[in-house]
């Protein structure tokens, strides 16, 4: 280092490489943070507390706080180019990548068609429903397109309803395959036609007066009986109530309770993955048309569209600026993939960054995993440049175990997006710390500096804690702060990432 040094130049360096710049000028030790090359700038001793007490090292903490501002100066650095699990912070790079790529207003289409005639109330023909990929095709909207349908007269199907599911190329996904836990919605997998998120939201509503508790489900489902009642628990506090239920998932055409629901409890929801997802959309589709009004002779099955086929009606999604608030502040991992499987339709070659909707490549293939991660590494490579490492992608969601990205590469994707021109909805799409979404436990303290001045991502695993995202700092400034734990106390150890938020609040010069 020169013994020449700016007041500019000083002030703009990180405190640890100030402290070694007048080390180095003074003739004096080095600072302890330069004595470990690599490890960076000293952590702040309530992020260190926090880490003492759930017994994870610092090592295991890998941070960068930097101002978004184009060269602006780095407040932390601590082994930031070290590449670790992010959990669900990776959909930052899916959402990003899709705003950047198709644009906020982009939407899917789900298409309606025919290979008969309508006349009097009757289709006589099949029905083809083609999924494009809407990340949120949701009961509601479905009602709405099937009476947009019997709006033009399509209320007796005198043959079938085709499901063409061929907009991705996916193999066999066993849905409990990651952790064991084939029923819990946040393992649904995708599908061009995902249908009502493959779940089944079963409503216990207690009824004393017949000491029962009356179950309601929805959406209707085909061939799917289901409990109507179940014996109500009148002592108890409410617990492990889906326990109790003694809930049995085994027969596809079934689901039976042979426990009890506690009284105590109230009314309460519980969203439950279907046992057989590959049969979820017939069943769904089926159910939900008959209870529209409308009536079909043949089955609901899957099949192709066949080449002819006149179009009846287009249903189209929400907006992507919509659909990625949900996946960020909600953490949706399926709605994730869905996202990261349209961006594999895009043809490489022909994409054009920040280009208008009109403008925009076709989606002009199949989505398959293989082709998005090849898309987002090109398109990592002309945002980034070669010297920003790429993130190493699974499904783009985050519910992975090789995932794996630095902090410095996901502190730079905040900085540019930051300053993209669409940068607004994507800062927007996140949580605001102690607010809402899954960052809503963070900064809860009413003195919290960062409640309401943050907007992050979070993600967790077994042995995996993270945070990404910005912060408003009493010094007026804006940070990018990303901060992981990877470590088997990882969960524990939420509380250091938490205290990192509030120094980074807490800046004053």
């Not at 010297?387 to 902090?407: C, H, K, M, Q």
């Not at 927007?428 to 960052?439: D, K």
């Not at 992050?456 to 990303?482: E, H, S």
Request: neutral net charge; glycine residues 10%; hydrophobic residues 45%.
């Amino acid at each position: 280092m020169p013994l020449s040094l700016s007041l500019h130049r000083f002030t703009a360096l990180s405190r640890c490489a100030r402290s070694l710049a007048l080390a180095l000028l003074m003739g004096m030790s080095l600072p302890a943070c330069a004595q470990l090359p690599g490890r960076g700038d000293p952590l702040p001793p309530t992020v260190l507390a926090a880490l003492q007490r759930a017994q994870v090292p610092p090592s295991a903490l890998s941070t960068l706080v930097m101002s978004i501002e184009p060269g602006g100066h780095e407040r932390l650095r601590h082994r930031a180019n070290t590449a670790v699990n992010p959990a669900s912070v990776m959909k930052l790079v899916t959402t990003y990548a899709a705003i950047d790529m198709l644009g906020p207003d982009f939407t899917w289409a789900t298409r309606f068609y025919t290979d008969g005639v309508v006349e009097g109330g009757v289709l006589r023909g099949n029905l083809y429903v083609r999924g494009g990929g809407d990340p949120k095709l949701v009961l509601e909207r479905i009602q709405q397109a099937f009476y947009a349908l019997q709006a033009q007269g399509v209320n007796v199907i005198l043959g079938d309803m085709v499901l063409d599911h061929s907009a991705f190329e996916l193999p066999v996904i066993d849905p409990g395959a990651f952790d064991g836990e084939a029923l819990r919605p946040y393992n649904a997998t995708p599908d061009a036609l995902l249908v009502n998120f493959k779940s089944v939201i079963l409503t216990f509503q207690p009824d004393p007066a017949n000491g029962v508790a009356r179950v309601f489900s929805e959406p209707p489902m085909a061939r799917l009986a289901i409990d109507a009642t179940v014996p109500l628990a009148r002592a108890g506090s409410c617990g492990d109530w889906r326990g109790g239920l003694l809930a049995r998932f085994d027969d596809v055409n079934t689901i039976r309770f042979e426990g009890r629901y506690p009284q105590s409890c109230g009314e309460l929801k519980w969203p439950v993955a279907y046992q057989e997802p590959a049969s979820y959309a017939a069943r769904a589709m089926e159910g939900v048309w008959r209870a529209a009004g409308g009536s079909i002779t043949g089955e609901v099955r899957n099949g192709l569209t066949p080449p002819g086929v006149q179009l009846l009606h287009e249903a189209r999604s929400l907006p992507l600026s919509e659909i990625i608030v949900d996946v960020n502040q909600w953490s949706n991992n399926v709605m994730a993939q869905q996202l990261f499987l349209t961006l594999g339709q895009l043809s490489p070659v022909n994409y054009v960054s920040q280009g208008s909707i009109a403008d925009r490549q076709a989606l002009v293939r199949p989505g398959r995993f293989d082709r998005s991660r090849e898309v987002v590494a090109e398109w990592w490579q002309r945002t980034f440049g070669p010297r920003a490492i790429a993130p190493v992608l699974d499904n783009g969601s985050g519910l992975s175990r090789d995932e794996r990205i630095t902090p410095e590469s996901l502190a730079g994707l905040l900085r540019h997006a930051a300053l993209h021109p669409q940068g607004a909805q994507f800062v927007q799409s996140l949580s605001v710390a102690g607010v809402n979404g899954t960052a809503s436990r963070l900064a809860r303290g009413a003195t919290s500096a960062a409640r309401g001045n943050a907007w992050i991502k979070t993600g967790t695993l077994r042995d995996v804690t993270g945070i990404a995202g910005y912060v408003n700092a009493v010094n007026g400034a804006r940070y990018a702060v990303v901060g992981f734990i990877n470590h088997p106390n990882a969960p524990a150890a939420r509380p250091a990432l938490d205290a990192l938020l509030e120094w980074v609040a807490q800046q004053q010069d």
